[in-house]
């Protein structure tokens, strides 16, 4: 039960984050001196960054708890958490001073959206919260005091709507798609209705350096645009793996295109025996070792009759006994895909050639970062060398 009550504590935490960083001034006084002026309801992206940044310069917890969540769930947090949200976060020691050098914000540019599962997972961590922060409001109840509940007790809260997100062991919950999908967070109550949602990439001056950084942001209706700094961490995880899916499955695809144009050149009595490289090059640096009866040209026209997006990528693949074995690809003229790498087999790297068979190995760690050029480089080595592997 401690270990589901922590949990809990966690999950509410989350959205109360920021209400802890530092002292807070009497919430009676200084109750509206973060909201959103009545102009900055339709705000655009770089209005919402600079309410983080004005925050942030100002050290003033309550901007920035404005900046980041609804209006109204930040009433609710700063009505119970004011005296109690310091020794449950145990971060009264915190100084934002060290993070809030004055900064200029130079420009916000948005990059791009933001998956329609994530927005769904935010609406409802806002809208628990602000269901719980009510609860704790109208029962007249702190955080202590939610901390020493009993088990019954807690089970007749709004906590007992969503116990079996921590009870349940069985369930693997490892994307924003899975979690909604699963309908296990269908009981809690939507409360906010998020519109849009983005990346964008945020540069700052501050110090006499700039710096650029990507930011998440959404949209909730009536109050314009927010920095989502809640599940920041989680948001930026997430789209990094969905990116790197996305180039993984494109590999995927590709390795189909070419298993399909093999097998239509057999059919033509062409030559597809050996074991070499084709890439995509206009030049032909990257094809290596194909036999001189090859007919690289049919290979590359028949290709695109499947894979009708193959101009727009940089590629290499191991064609071996007429089976397309191995494919590297990336996205040269996407900036968001820059550093992002897709293989098939996912994630792996060559391992050996023995003179007949092509073998590729799962990537370790720090394969996993390897570039293009130095996958092809290990690809070509691994050929040249039969009988060889790379960790040999």
């Known amino acids: 039960m401690k270990k589901i009550i922590a949990s809990l504590t966690a999950f509410i935490c989350a959205a109360s984050v920021f209400t802890g960083c530092g002292k807070i001034d009497d919430k009676d006084d200084k ?3 973060g909201k959103q002026s009545e102009q900055a309801l339709e705000n655009d992206l770089e209005d919402a960054m600079q309410n983080v940044l004005d925050a942030v310069n100002e050290k003033d917890i309550k901007k920035i708890a404005y900046s980041f969540l609804p209006d109204d769930l930040s009433d609710s947090l700063f009505n119970i958490a004011a005296d109690d949200i310091n020794n449950l976060m145990d971060m009264e020691d915190i100084d934002l001073s060290d993070a809030a050098n004055t900064g200029k914000l130079i420009s916000v540019e948005r990059t791009e959206d933001i998956d329609k599962n994530y927005l769904t997972l935010i609406e409802k961590v806002f809208s628990f919260t602000k269901t719980f922060a009510d609860y704790m409001e109208k029962n007249d109840l702190s955080f202590e005091d939610f901390e020493e509940m ?3 007790e807690m089970l007749n809260s709004p906590l007992g709507d969503i116990k079996d997100i921590f ?3 069985d369930l693997n919950l490892s994307s924003p798609e899975d979690i909604v999908s699963s309908g296990i967070l269908d009981k809690i109550e939507t409360r906010y209705s998020i519109t849009d949602g983005c990346m964008a990439e945020v540069t700052i001056e501050a110090d006499g350096k700039t710096q650029t950084i990507e930011l998440p942001f959404y949209k909730i209706k009536g109050e314009g645009w927010h920095c989502e ?3 920041y961490p989680a948001m930026i995880g997430y789209v990094k793996k969905s990116k790197q899916s996305a180039i993984n499955s494109v590999a995927n695809s590709m390795s189909k295109a070419a298993n399909t144009a093999l097998v239509e050149m057999d059919e033509q009595d062409l030559d597809i025996d050996g074991t070499f490289i084709i890439g995509s090059d206009s030049n032909g640096d990257l094809n290596h070792n194909a036999n001189s009866n090859f007919d690289i040209e049919t290979f590359n026209n028949v ?6 997006d193959i101009s727009d990528l940089n590629y290499f693949l191991v064609v071996n006994g007429g089976v397309c074995e191995y494919v590297v690809c990336e996205k040269t003229n996407d900036e968001d895909f820059s550093k992002f ?3 098939y087999p996912i994630k792996s790297v060559p391992k050996s050639f023995n003179g007949s068979f092509f ?3 799962p990537a370790t760690t720090d394969e996993e970062k390897l570039t293009f050029d130095e996958l ?5 080595k691994v050929i040249d060398n039969p009988s060889t592997s790379d960790d040999e």
């Open 341 to 343: 790498v897709g293989t």
């Open 303 to 308: 290709m695109k009759n499947y894979f009708s």
């Open 359 to 361: 073998e590729s190995k």
């Open 31 to 33: 109750k509206d001196s």
């Open 229 to 231: 700094m809640i599940l």
């Open 167 to 169: 009870e349940d062991t």
């Open 376 to 380: 092809y480089d290990m690809t070509k």
């Open 150 to 152: 009993d088990e019954d």
